[in-house]
């Protein structure tokens, strides 16, 4: 358990563990909760915490525009190009909007405002 002190007391840091920085009243509490958050180690975790959740949300999203993807390889005669670029076009537009969302909800849900450990970025998969 990390902990700070503050006067006559410790401040135990894994309190903030899931906390949200503009929430903590106390200033000096805020303050070194944000010292915490603002560390290259954290910086790193969350980093690759994202990198994680764009690869998990990414694979899965393949998985529904897949037939779409496939269709642009198969080659028909006459105006088939014209139709295989829209499917392209449809397939990456269908793949971005699915994870753009994805990835946004579970940054909020699972990185963003906490205090990371390595054994916390288990909790995207």
């Known amino acids: 358990m990390r902990s ?12 903030f563990k899931y906390s949200d920085p503009l929430k903590i009243e106390n200033e000096l509490e805020r303050a070194v909760f944000m010292a915490q958050y603002r560390s290259p180690r954290q910086r790193l975790l969350r980093i690759a915490g994202v990198l994680l959740i764009i690869s ?6 393949l998985l529904y525009v897949w037939p779409l993807t496939l269709l642009v390889f198969v080659d028909f005669p006459g105006a088939w190009d014209l139709i295989r670029l ?4 449809l397939a990456g537009a269908a793949w971005s909007r699915f994870i753009y969302g994805s990835v946004r909800d579970d ?6 405002g906490r205090l990371l450990e390595t054994a916390s970025l288990r909790e995207v998969f």
């Open 56 to 61: 998990k949300h990414g694979l899965r999203g």
């Open 4 to 15: 700070v002190f503050k006067g006559s007391e410790y401040l135990k840091l894994d309190n």
């Open 86 to 89: 829209s499917l392209l076009v």
């Open 107 to 112: 940054y909020q849900r699972f990185i963003s």
